[in-house]
C-alpha cells in the first residue's frame, strides 16, 4: 500500500506544479499588460499598446500548456489509484491518456482559460479605439 501512496505523490506533485505554473503564467500576463499600459499612457504611445498582442497569445499558449498537461496527470492519478498493488511501477507516462478534450487547443477555450486572455485582447482595443474617442468629445 506504501508504494501505492507514493507513487500517487509523485503524481500529485507534478499536478501541483502543472497548476502553480498556469497560475503564474497568468499573473505575468496581467502584469505584463498592465506594465505596457503604463508605458502607453506615460508615453502617449498606442506602440506599447499593440506591443500586448504578442506576449498574451504566448502567455494564453502556455496556459492551455499547463492545463492540459495537469488534465494528463489527473488521469494518470485516477488511473493508478485503481491499479492493483502489484502493478504498481511509478511509471509517469500519460501518453495513453492523450484525448481530443485535453489537447492543448481545446483546453485553451475552456472556461477557466479563455475569459482572461480574452479580456486581455478585448480591453487593449478598447484602449486604442474607443478610449481616444472619448478624450476628445469632453
Given at each position: ?71 494528463l ?24 491518456f ?11 477555450f ?29
Open positions: 500500500m506504501e508504494k501505492k501512496l507514493k507513487h500517487l505523490e509523485f503524481i500529485q506533485s507534478v499536478i501541483s506544479r502543472m497548476n502553480q505554473n498556469s497560475f503564474l503564467v497568468k499573473g505575468w500576463a496581467v502584469t505584463l499588460v498592465s506594465a505596457l499600459f503604463a508605458l502607453a499612457a506615460d508615453k502617449a504611445d498606442q506602440t506599447f499598446v499593440l506591443v500586448t498582442y504578442i506576449p498574451v497569445p504566448v502567455f494564453w499558449f502556455l496556459d492551455g500548456f499547463y492545463l492540459s498537461r495537469e488534465k496527470f489527473r488521469a494518470l492519478y485516477d488511473h493508478v489509484a485503481k491499479l492493483p498493488l502489484e502493478e504498481i511501477d511509478f511509471s509517469m507516462k500519460t501518453k495513453s492523450e484525448s481530443k478534450e485535453n489537447n492543448i487547443a481545446p483546453v485553451m475552456t472556461q477557466t482559460i479563455w475569459p482572461l486572455y480574452a479580456l486581455l485582447i478585448l480591453v487593449p482595443l478598447l484602449v486604442m479605439f474607443v478610449f481616444p474617442y472619448c478624450k476628445h468629445a469632453g
